[in-house]
């Protein structure tokens, strides 16, 4: 992986799960980097360990073996410099609009001025919502406001669990596509959990496949050219998709 020192580094991560006297491994033997302004998409069918795997890296969750470091710190808790937009958005639905796009930052007392939430709102197009409850918005609506939410904390590090998925497909197209300008505004880098194969090749500079099997990774592709709005209609891309599909569905 490109540059070094790196930003986030996750080293022999292993997780197992025990309920009713059955131990269940969810992952084992998970390595990656990820460098400054870079991003990673994690893909891997339901069920792989994928949300494990950013809880943990988000110092959410503790592994059974392995660490995570952020820059220079091993991370044992969430560093403020890291965002999370968890699945499901993550929003209160007894909180309006403007409580909960204020709340994480708030949390960390950050104190954000009005000219920057103004701003942040406007990049993302939620203006006039703020007295509004989640269950009022459109899912992309939603989708928003927990990105809004997100980038106030002026985050190094955006992660992101399956942030589309229950979107229509033009939605999530044109929220990919606003993700990308942010990436490129703000200069955080991403680590992005999803199911879907496009959405993994058209995001991710680094697509790490997990193996269901064996609960680690599968392989890591390079896929350089993502982080470009034009990379959607080239045959590059074509022919990473088809990569990423042949790579999961091949037998480990
Ligand atoms: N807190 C938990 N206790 C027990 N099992 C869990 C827990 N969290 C996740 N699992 C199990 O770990 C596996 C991976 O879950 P998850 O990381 O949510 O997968 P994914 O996000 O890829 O769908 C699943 O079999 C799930 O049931
Ligand atoms: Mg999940």
Not at 5 to 18: A, Y
Not at 87 to 105: D, M, S
Not at 162 to 187: K, S, V, Y
């Amino acid at each position: 992986m490109n540059s070094f020192p790196d930003l986030l580094r996750v080293e022999g991560l292993c997780k197992s799960f025990t309920s009713n006297g059955t131990t269940k491994k969810v992952l084992t033997d998970v390595s990656f980097r990820l460098g400054y302004y870079d991003s990673i998409a994690v893909v891997g069918p339901s069920g792989c360990g994928k949300s494990t795997l950013l809880l943990i890296a988000a110092g959410l969750l503790r592994p059974s073996a392995g660490y995570v470091r952020f820059e220079k710190d091993i991370c044992r808790e969430p560093n403020n410099k890291v965002a999370v937009v968890l699945q499901e958005y993550g929003l209160f639905p007894w909180k309006t609009v403007q409580e909960n796009i204020i709340l994480g930052a708030r949390m960390q007392h950050i104190r954000i001025g009005d000219d920057v939430l103004r701003d942040v709102k406007h990049e993302l197009g939620i203006e006039g919502l703020d007295y509004l409850y989640p269950h009022q918005l459109s899912g992309g609506q939603r989708q928003r406001v927990a990105l809004a939410r997100a980038l106030l904390l002026q985050p190094k590090l955006l992660m992101l669990d399956e942030p589309f998925a229950a979107l229509d497909n033009i939605t999530r197209e044109r929220l990919q596509n606003h993700l990308l300008t942010l990436f490129t505004h703000h200069r955080f880098s991403f680590l992005l959990i999803t199911h879907n194969i496009e959405e993994a090749v058209f995001l991710g500079r680094h697509i790490l496949i997990m193996d269901p099997q064996s609960a680690g990774i599968k392989t890591i592709i390079e896929n350089q050219n993502a982080g470009a709005e034009a990379f959607r209609e080239s045959p590059q891309y074509f022919d990473q998709v088809k990569r990423v599909r042949r790579s999961l569905q091949a037998k480990s």
